[in-house]
């Protein structure tokens, strides 16, 4: 019987290639250079999406030649941009 794995892991063996978890309750896992959502449940279809995917290898080089301070911007989800907008207005 096959070993389940959890997008967590998942997203950890692959974050060399950029793929992070976004949002936690749902299970969504994402690339940072292409700034679109990946199926992880499937280790192949992760495999594909940075091997044959040309958007993802060009993305990738433009994100490395930016500077270091600049670095990539990841989405957040909607709850954590409301959080993080609430407070900042209470700070100020």
Excluded at 43 to 66: F, P, V
Aim: charged share 30%; with cysteine.
């Amino acid at each position: 019987m096959p070993k389940v794995v959890s997008v967590f892991e998942r997203a950890k063996e692959y974050e060399t290639e950029g793929f992070y978890v976004i949002y936690k309750e749902k299970q969504v896992m994402m690339c940072k250079f292409c700034n679109t959502v990946v199926d992880w449940k499937r280790k192949d279809t992760c495999e594909r999406h940075y091997k044959q995917r040309a958007s993802y290898a060009a993305n990738q080089i433009k994100c490395q030649s930016l500077p270091s301070n600049l670095g990539v911007k990841r989405q957040v989800t909607l709850e954590n941009n409301i959080s993080l907008n609430k407070r900042a207005k209470e700070t100020n």
